[in-house]
């Protein structure tokens, strides 16, 4: 038997290419995107930690078109990222594009939990399936501040007894690409929207697993443009047979998608993200 003849190297692409939107864009259906007007979510703790989010910081610049984007170092609790070294070093410079470029890559945070969606004010079809949903700085130090209060508590994250979320997603005035989450609010509803634990624990997504690192090397390479001192690592001798790979890089696109919502805050507190860099290089 030829394994050739009834499997197809090609064909397996071909299949995998099949959740490539337009401009080669993977969507992950698995993330949730925040329309716009009211919704409604329940935030969910995950089985893989007890933390119900996982904070992913990302570097990301739009080379004329190209969206760049990498995983920060810092992700997996390393210092040594070389695109924050140089985005400060950039930031503390005299000659202003060199500073707005170093600003432009700095490290920005986001925020990924498990959510089951209540109503989704643009596709219903979403209403009862967990998603994961990404929030910036703003949300979710609103996630926090409840989750810190008397009158919330852990109910933040309780799907039975808890209280929904509902996030109300308005574009601001002064800029339209910023949208506006300060109504955004916890609202406690007496009649159960998750019956029971054990109807939603096995649909939970491992939130871990959806972030891949990137060796420091790549990360250079990708952002190349900025101008690393150090010399780049020597290429290793290609290997006599290589074998294509059928490429799934789907956690990586999905989170460069869904970074594109970045709101306002995570704008205004730039540089708060420099002072976490400052902090991060002087413990080197
Ligand atoms: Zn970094």
């Given at each position: 038997?030829?394994?050739?003849?009834?499997?197809?190297?090609?064909?397996?692409?071909?299949?995998?290419?099949k959740n490539k939107k337009g401009g080669g864009e993977m969507v992950d259906s698995r993330f949730w995107r925040i329309p716009d007007g009211k919704s409604a979510i329940r935030l969910l703790p995950r089985l893989e930690s007890r933390v119900p989010w996982r904070t992913v910081y990302s570097?990301?610049?739009?080379?004329?078109?190209?969206?760049?984007?990498?995983?920060?170092?810092?992700?997996?609790?390393?210092k040594d990222c070389p695109v924050c070294k140089k985005s400060w070093k950039m930031w503390e410079s005299e000659d202003k594009s060199t500073k707005d470029l170093g600003y432009q890559v700095r490290k920005t945070p986001r925020y990924i939990m498990n959510?089951?969606?209540?109503?989704?004010?643009?596709?219903?079809?979403?209403?009862?399936?967990?998603?994961?949903?990404?929030v910036g700085k703003k949300l979710f130090e609103l996630i926090l501040e409840n989750y810190n209060s008397e009158d919330v508590g852990p109910a933040v994250f309780d799907a039975t007894n808890g209280f929904d979320f509902e996030i109300n997603r308005?574009?601001?005035?002064?800029?339209?690409?910023?949208?506006?989450?300060?109504?955004?609010?916890?609202?406690?509803?007496?009649?159960?929207?998750?019956?029971?634990?054990?109807?939603?624990?096995?649909?939970?997504i491992n939130i871990d697993e959806l972030t891949k690192e990137e060796s420091a090397e790549d990360l250079m390479k990708k952002f190349s443009f900025l101008g690393f001192d150090a010399p780049m690592t020597t290429p290793k001798a290609e290997p006599k047979k290589t074998v294509e790979k059928v490429q799934v890089k789907k956690e990586e696109i999905v989170i460069d998608e869904i970074e594109d919502d970045v709101d306002k805050e995570d704008v205004d507190k730039g540089l708060d993200d420099f002072k976490d860099?400052?902090?991060?290089l002087d413990a080197l």
């Open positions: 038997m030829d394994i050739n003849s009834l499997v197809s190297r090609e064909d397996i692409q071909k299949e995998v290419d570097h990301r610049y739009n080379k004329s078109g190209e969206k760049l984007f990498g995983t920060c170092l810092a992700t997996f609790n390393k959510c089951y969606v209540v109503s989704d004010a643009e596709k219903p079809e979403n209403n009862g399936t967990i998603k994961i949903l990404s308005k574009k601001s005035g002064d800029n339209p690409d910023y949208p506006d989450y300060s109504s955004s609010r916890f609202t406690h509803k007496k009649y159960g929207v998750v019956k029971t634990w054990s109807a939603i624990e096995d649909k939970l860099i400052e902090d991060e």
